[in-house]
């Protein structure tokens, strides 16, 4: 399931990243990027999208999981997509022997 953007021939899909500035809706005051998940079958205006996904931090990774209603005229793809974060290596930490009693 996609959200076609009218007068687009681009489609709003899972996977999809995006950039949402106030061109899609005034609650971005500060722009975000958000990683799409899935586009709910909500009744929406002519123009306008529900869209869940994951808002992205600065290194791409997933902060805070989001369901957006955003104008579809103000929708900025991210060409190519920003990576998935990946997760980071645990260090190993030594320990020393523990003193009891």
Known sequence: MGGRVRGSAREVKSGDVLHLTRAAS???LRPIFVRVIRLPDWVTYDGWLWIEGYELGPKGE???RRSLFVQTAGLIWQDPPLPAARPTARQQVRRGPVRVG
């Open 26 to 28: 005034v609650q971005f």
């Open 62 to 64: 997933a902060v805070v």
